[in-house]
């Protein structure tokens, strides 16, 4: 009780999804808590932000203007800040949402190539992006999901690097579409061959335990083992867990590994830290920094662990 009560001594963005998923509270109490993502903390300073064109930071991905010689990449443009505020909670019904996505949907286009937000561009982590948002905000994205049926490669994944000749899936870019495709899924029924799709890349993770190479067995990536947030367009083994949790059903036995790794993690205090950072500018912090317990990472890894069970 004592991480719980830690949890939500915190912003209307965590509270709510702490009572929703580890509380069980009321539906009343968890809707009334999210409502106020709109109006107070977090949520209502990141729309705030957005400009009367629509953008946040004058750009869809990217700001229109920052140093692209400074550490990592910016994270203040359009796609980044809609992201943060799905992952509030923002209500997409709500008149905020409306209003904010109704500016996006009129205003935002692709520095790629000019297109409408809600169109996509060329590469499938933002194309499963721009799904994810579409379809959380109620806008029709279903040309994109077509889009990322047919960029799907051999192996069941993508990678953003196949219209430079890659063959070979990313762990990043495959998360990113697959957490499209199943959002895109829930608001709209999807179809067969979407739902096939996703199938075929959940396949690819789990067939790899979620962090090691098929051919070897050796670990991808140490990052993997420590836990950012925000994600941003990263993948990490707490990332693709929280996939898995949201699909829901009883878990795969080949998510056993990463669920042990999550578990390591766990401070004695019976939190989790917040992790690997990724660099560039950002609108405002929402936690201690790297090597404090975080109340975001905390959240997520608990809620796994409950869906995992023992």
Not at 112 to 130: H, K, L, R, S, T
Not at 257 to 282: F, K, M, Y
């Amino acid at each position: 009780m004592e991480v719980l009560d830690w949890l939500l001594d915190s912003d209307p963005s965590i509270r709510w999804q702490v009572l929703r998923d580890l509380a069980d509270a009321p539906p009343g109490e968890v809707s009334a808590e999210r409502a106020r993502v709109a109006s107070e903390g977090w949520g209502a300073r990141l729309l705030a932000l957005q400009g009367a064109d629509g953008q946040w930071d004058g750009g869809t991905y990217y700001p229109a203007q920052y140093d692209d010689s400074a550490p990592g990449q910016p994270w203040t443009a359009t796609t980044y800040s809609l992201l943060l505020l799905r992952e509030f909670g923002l209500d997409p019904d709500s008149n905020e949402a409306r209003r904010a996505v109704g500016l996006v949907r009129e205003n935002s286009r692709w520095e790629e190539g000019d297109q409408p937000f809600f169109e996509g561009e060329v590469e499938p982590c933002v194309n499963g992006m721009a799904v994810t948002l579409g379809a959380y905000f109620g806008q029709n994205v279903d040309g994109v999901v077509s889009r990322l049926l047919g960029d799907q490669l051999a192996d069941g994944g993508w990678n953003c690097e196949a219209e430079n000749g890659s063959t070979r899936s990313s762990f990043g870019t495959t998360i990113n579409v697959l957490e499209g495709l199943l959002e895109h899924e829930r608001a709209t029924g999807g179809s067969p061959a979407s739902a096939a799709a996703r199938k075929r890349a959940e396949e690819y993770l789990l067939e790899r335990g979620l962090l090691r190479r098929k051919s070897t067995g050796e670990l991808i990536n140490e990052e993997w083992l420590h836990f950012s947030y925000p994600t941003r367009w990263f993948y990490d083994v707490l990332r693709g867990l929280e996939y898995f949790r949201a699909v829901g059903g009883p878990p795969d036995e080949r998510t056993a590994e990463a669920v042990g790794v999550l578990r390591s993690r766990r401070q004695a205090d019976g939190t989790w830290l917040l992790e690997n950072t990724h660099p560039g500018r950002i609108h405002f912090s929402m936690e201690d920094g790297d090597g404090r317990p975080s109340r975001w990472n905390t959240l997520r890894a608990l809620r796994v662990v409950r869906w995992y069970g023992d």
